[in-house]
């Protein structure tokens, strides 16, 4: 594809390059740069300059090479093909790179995005005569054994179809509708599409967020919880569970597609989780979980240009199955590496510099991302949702760097990662006293919770969160006075607080019962052990509050491990019971 326009290279500044004077370039148009045919992106104009950042290495290119327009913006293809892939940040087929090129990405190697001589088994939903409009669906493709793929109208397009083929197998690029525009023009329709990554999908409405997004975590499903369509941060230092907490969300959560962002990570650590992903099961049908997901893998040693391209494709991916009616669970690891790829072009570029160099508008960048997610209502009636949840890495575990501040500003959810529960394996290792959800604030959310899960269940949680705070509390003061220099009182306080911690915030990823909680079980374990919070206890010192307590948590973990209301459950249920019995204090 090509516009015709053609430019000289006046300069190149590493993944930046300038065209002198005015051009009849656009903004955010995609070029192809130099003789290899490097994909860029044009990021700034004025009347003496453009500017290109290019999304692939730029050594070797020279003043005086030719940039050629497109005509188009940088964009996405949309159709059948997209789960179980995976793909780098500018939506080119790992895989398929591969075939051509070898292990390392040739550069201006040129790759469809899709396989477009596959046949894909296809069921037209509409007849000659019917009106359509954007969004309306068209045909229905099964993508993969979990997902049915609804091939739709492009949105602003609206006419009468006067013509289908008959069911059967397609490629993606064959017409299968065509339509009559109000204005007489003719439009054939097939399942591609495609849409430019910076700007958002239209949608009818918004809704609020008050539907929870079930992680089977329990530190989140109870604690802290998300709501669909909500947006969360998971900040923490390297070691402290960023990916293993994203991997534990992607696997359980009630999401019906999940897409994965490897933004920046190093090329070991995005390989053992597209390694992981391959080999992740899908609980609800206990097929391959890449059946419903989609992997798009930047890593540190890519061009920077594609790390910061790589989240807006991802989230256009996110928007496309949106429309499809879906809900849609979109993560991006990490968030901070992509700031990093803003810093860097913006200081190529010469701009004013923010706090640590990161771009001025870094919190209206940040805002904009995030404010993409949502619950919404689609032009044809139907709902869905983007649920964003991304990772921060602050340098050296600062969360008062810019990254992790602009994103507390914009993420309803904050889940605060700390190193000293990681050392102490404690996982997920979510300070409860950090951390935070607005969700649970919103009327609306906490309208759901009393209707579908428990009208008290919000009192108790609060009551869990002063707990852990009046526990955190005396374990300072015991730390600087001792544990002879506070009352017994305070011992039993405190070894509340961690019973809280045992036996709800921490989790077992690799326990086949104990890494997934849900809603059912954990309002039991909620109300057992807010129960033995309200008990009164007597004891004479401060070893016997350690023992005892040591003892009830053995047990509440050992309820964890066993299936729910299974004999061995109600066995240790009952040990439970005698066990508080033996220091309850008698009225």
């Given amino acids: 594809m090509s516009s015709g326009k053609t430019e000289k290279i006046y300069g190149i500044n590493g993944p930046v390059i300038y065209l002198k004077g005015k051009t009849d370039f656009k903004m955010s148009e995609m070029v192809h740069v130099g003789e290899e045919k490097l994909v860029g992106e044009v990021i700034s104009l004025d009347k003496d300059r453009t500017t290109v950042q290019v999304y692939e290495e730029t050594s070797g290119l020279h003043p005086g090479e030719l940039v050629e327009g497109t005509g188009a913006a940088v964009s996405v293809t ?18 398929r790179i ?14 469809d995005a899709l396989d477009r001589q596959k046949l894909w088994e296809t069921h037209i939903t509409v007849a000659e005569g019917d009106m359509v409009q954007g969004g309306t669906i068209i ?49 054939e329709l097939s399942m591609t599409q495609h849409w430019p990554i910076r700007v958002p999908r239209p949608v009818s409405r918004r809704f609020p967020a008050s539907v929870p997004l079930v992680t089977g975590q329990r530190i989140l499903d109870t604690m802290f919880p998300i709501a669909k369509g909500g947006t969360a941060a998971i900040p923490g230092g390297f070691g402290t569970g960023k990916t293993m907490t994203q991997h534990q969300i992607a696997k359980w959560s009630d999401a019906d597609i999940i897409i994965y962002i490897g933004c920046g990570e190093r090329g070991n650590e995005m390989t053992q989780v597209l390694e992981e992903f391959s080999e992740l099961v899908d609980p609800k049908s206990g097929n391959p979980l890449m059946d419903r997901t989609t992997l798009i893998a930047n890593t540190s040693n890519m061009p920077v240009a594609a790390r910061e391209a790589s989240i807006y494709t991802g989230l256009t991916l996110a928007e496309y199955y949106r429309s499809m009616g ?9 968030t901070s590496r992509w ?12 701009e004013l510099p923010g706090p640590d160099a990161f771009p001025m508008d870094i919190s209206a960048i940040i805002s904009n991302f995030y404010g993409r997610a949502g619950y919404v209502k689609l032009s044809n009636d139907e709902t869905g949702s983007i649920t964003f949840i991304g990772t921060v890495s602050p340098a050296g575990g600062n969360l008062k760097e810019p990254v992790t501040e602009n994103t507390k500003k914009v993420a309803r959810c904050f889940y605060a990662l700390e190193q000293d529960r990681a050392d102490k394996k404690r996982y997920p290792a979510v300070n409860p006293i950090d951390s935070y ?8 959310f906490e309208e759901y919770i009393k209707g579908h899960i428990n009208d008290e269940w919000i009192g108790k949680v609060n009551e869990l969160k ?33 019973l809280i911690d045992f036996v709800i915030l921490q989790q077992d990823a690799f326990d086949e019962i104990d890494a997934v909680t849900p809603m059912e079980r954990q309002e039991d374990i909620l109300n057992m052990v807010i129960d033995i919070c309200h008990t009164e206890f007597e004891f ?35 040990q439970l019971k005698e066990l508080i019995e033996e220091r309850k204090l008698q009225s």
């Fill in 78 to 95: 949309l159709a059948p093909g997209i789960l179980n892939n995976i793909f780098e940040g500018i939506e080119r087929p790992l895989e």
């Fill in 98 to 111: 591969a075939d051509k090129g070898g292990a390392f990405i040739t550069r201006g190697v040129s790759v």
């Fill in 139 to 187: 045909a229905e493709v099964p993508e993969t054994r979990a997902i049915v793929h609804k091939c739709m109208v492009p949105p602003g397009v609206e006419g009468t179809v006067i013509s289908v083929v008959p069911d059967g197998e397609y490629t993606i690029d064959e017409t299968l509708v065509t339509i009559e525009l109000f204005n007489g023009e003719k439009r």
């Fill in 326 to 334: 879906l809900k849609v669970l979109l993560m991006a690891d990490s």
């Fill in 339 to 350: 700031a990093q790829a803003l810093r860097e072009m913006s200081n190529r570029m010469e």
């Fill in 437 to 444: 959800s607005k969700y649970i604030e919103y009327p609306e």
């Fill in 466 to 498: 002063t707990r852990l705070q009046r526990g955190k509390e005396i374990a300072e003061q015991i730390n600087i006075l001792g544990d002879d220099g506070v009352p017994v009182e305070y011992h039993v306080t405190f070894w509340k607080s961690e």
């Fill in 540 to 574: 004479d010192n401060f070893n016997e509050v350690m023992d005892y307590f040591k003892k009830m948590i053995n047990i509440c973990k050992q309820m964890n491990y066993s299936k729910f209301k299974s004999e061995q459950y109600e066995g240790f249920q009952k």
